[in-house]
């Protein structure tokens, strides 16, 4: 079965960066694309970055230019690279390939400005 554990949030000041990783297990990670997803308090999950299975990667207009996704296969692990960080970006942070329905426990991402 598919487990998703996510890491790597914290408290940063405006400005700052931080790198997510999320490992997966139970599935064939490199067949997938996988996203990762940010939900605000009080607002609906949003998808934030996607990279398919070849690579290609795809953005929120909000992050566009400060956040990177990225994959390594062979560790079946997908990180997210988030740079120049703003207040508005505090969420709890998930990944998840978008083929599934199934969510990891997320990691906190709290900017103070």
């Known amino acids: 079965q598919i487990r998703l554990v996510e890491s790597g949030g914290g408290l940063v000041q405006a400005g700052g960066s931080l790198r997510l990783s999320c490992a997966a297990s139970g599935i064939i990670f490199s067949d997938n694309a996988m996203g990762w997803y940010r939900q605000a308090p009080g607002k609906q999950r949003e998808l934030v970055a996607v990279i398919t299975s070849t690579g290609s990667t795809n953005y929120a207009d909000s992050v566009k230019g400060r956040f990177t996704i990225s994959r390594d296969n062979a560790k079946n692990t997908v990180y997210l690279q988030m740079n120049s960080l703003k207040p508005e970006d505090t969420a709890v942070y998930y990944c998840?390939?978008?083929?599934?329905?199934?969510w990891g426990q997320g990691t906190q991402v709290t900017v103070s400005s």
């Open positions: 998840r390939p978008p083929a599934y329905s199934y």
